[in-house]
């Protein structure tokens, strides 16, 4: 029996990409955005776990690319980006609201890093998330794993206590789904909101 519905954070629950500020750094280093993407996407993995600071995250890239960055370019780039693109996706906070009322408990699982856990902090976002009833919000960059690494589910699950059996998790990213159904989860692939609120009536969870 289904008891709750782990959702993910970024495009599930609040839009948009790191499309802009990649694309910032590539003309801060000169290089193209793909070649851009693939410095800084390994170097932010250990950023989002924690391993490394944002001060260290920058060392890393600047050590990689051969570029000094300008500080005040670094200071706040990511938090500001998030501030100004990352807007609730009001459809998806409509459907975790169904699924409250319903009688469904409720939780995220992200991967993220700190200066979004911050911004999210700033403007009210966790504050209203956990008004609508996400109690238990499991961060990347807080426990130190990031999906789809199998550990990151199982802490979920367990500051849920509630088995895998018993909850559904919604992600966007392929990856993550598979492990979680290895975990033995059931999962939906997060495609818009249409989509999810047909996937959770196909269940009969709405």
């Known amino acids: 029996m289904i008891k709750a519905v782990i959702f993910d954070l970024g495009k599930v629950l609040v839009g948009g990409n790191w499309k ?17 993407v693939s410095i800084i996407q390994p170097i932010r993995d250990q950023w989002s776990i924690g391993n490394i600071t944002e001060k260290e995250f920058w060392e890393k890239l600047e050590s990689k690319t051969k570029k000094r960055l300008p500080k005040e ?24 609201s169904e699924l409250k009322k319903r009688g469904y408990r409720l939780a995220i699982l992200s991967n993220t890093t700190s200066p979004h856990v911050k911004a999210n902090r700033k403007i009210g976002r966790f504050k209203r998330l956990r008004h609508l009833g996400f109690k238990v919000i499991v961060l ?15 802490i979920t699950l367990k500051r849920l206590k509630l088995s895998a059996k018993e909850c559904v998790f919604i992600d966007d990213r392929t990856e993550n789904i598979r492990t979680a159904k290895k975990l033995g989860i059931k999962s939906i692939l997060f495609e818009n ?9 196909r269940l009969k969870l709405l």
Do not use: T
């Not at 802009?20 to 851009?36: D, E, F, L, T, W």
């Not at 370019?73 to 975790?96: C, G, H, L, P, T």
């Not at 690494?149 to 199982?154: N, S």
């Open 20 to 36: 802009s500020v990649h694309a910032q750094i590539a003309r801060k280093i000169g290089v193209p955005i793909n070649m851009a």
């Open 73 to 96: 370019f670094k200071k706040n780039i990511w938090f500001n980006d998030y501030i100004a693109k990352r807007k609730d996706v009001k459809e998806s906070w409509q459907i975790a």
């Open 140 to 154: 990347s960059c807080e426990v130190g794993y990031r999906k789809p690494e199998p550990k990151i589910y199982k």
């Open 193 to 201: 909101s249409e989509k999810l609120r047909k996937d959770l009536i």
